[in-house]
């Protein structure tokens, strides 16, 4: 079982930055996918943004610019660079992390990260 311990989440002006970190905790599984989802009150959950093992990154369209992933394989960490945030950003952020074991996929979530952007 992989563990996923979100952290930088906070409070933030509108047009500021914040970082976000996923650490996960040492497993035999390789982390192929680690990525984060948010969601806000009375919202459904939505993609933001997923790297791979390879480093190829995807991001949702209409996040793409603001917000840049990456992640740092010896560490098992997976960072969030949020840029010019408006209070529309304002969710819960999870981690989650696609891990292989031989060719078996499994999916893991963080209990997720508070983001509040105040105008």
């Known amino acids: 079982q992989v563990q996923l311990v979100e952290s930088g989440g906070g409070l933030v002006q509108a047009g500021g930055s914040l970082r976000l970190s996923c650490r996960a905790s040492?497993?035999?599984?390789?982390?192929?996918?680690m990525g984060w989802f948010r969601q806000a009150p009375g919202k459904e959950r939505e993609f933001v943004g997923a790297?791979?093992?390879?480093?190829?990154?995807y991001y949702a369209d209409v996040l793409k610019g603001r917000f840049t992933i990456s992640r740092d394989n010896a560490k098992r960490t997976v960072d969030l660079q949020m840029n010019s945030l408006t209070p529309e950003d304002t969710a819960v952020y999870y981690c989650?992390?696609?891990?292989?074991?031989?060719?078996?996929?499994?999916?893991?979530w963080g209990r997720g990260t508070q983001v509040t952007v105040s105008s």
């Open positions: 989650k992390v696609t891990g292989i074991v031989v060719i078996l996929r499994s999916d893991y």
């Open positions: 040492q497993d035999s599984a390789t982390l192929y996918a």
């Open positions: 790297i791979t093992w390879e480093a190829n990154t």
